[in-house]
């Protein structure tokens, strides 16, 4: 299984940003797809982000198209988060997860995750 490290995260005001890191070990990460989650006190975990295997291909959730930019760099057995344009209901416990298949914003679907790295946005 991938071992999956989150870091990053922290206290921001509205408007700001942040930018998220995720490790990941060598001789499995070229292999998944790599995705971002996160998750409220009281909600459901939701999907944020996900990048393929070679990060050629993206796809954002609604709530942060526009703001936000998933990346990788497999030399560096890492996905990154760019946030931008903070907003309060972005506070969460963001997640990186990656699956062996083709990346989905199910995170059932998902093989490896990591523990959290905790966002908080103040207004």
């Known amino acids: 299984q991938v071992q999956l490290v989150e870091s990053g995260g922290g206290l921001v005001q509205a408007g700001g940003s942040l930018r998220l890191s995720c490790a990941g070990s060598k001789r499995t990460f070229t292999n998944y797809a790599m995705g971002w989650f996160r998750q409220a006190p009281g909600k459901e975990r939701e999907f944020v982000a996900v990048?393929?295997?070679?990060?050629?291909?993206?796809y954002y959730a609604d709530s942060v198209k526009g703001r936000f930019i998933i990346s990788r760099d497999n030399a560096k057995n890492t996905v990154y988060l760019q946030m931008n344009s903070l907003k309060p209901e972005d506070t969460a416990v963001y997640y990186c997860?990656?699956?062996?298949?083709?990346?989905?914003?199910?995170?059932?679907?998902?093989?490896?995750w990591g523990q959290g790295t905790q966002v908080t946005v103040s207004s």
């Open positions: 990048t393929n295997w070679s990060g050629g291909n993206t």
């Open positions: 997860a990656g699956t062996i298949g083709a990346g989905t914003s199910v995170a059932y679907e998902y093989d490896d």
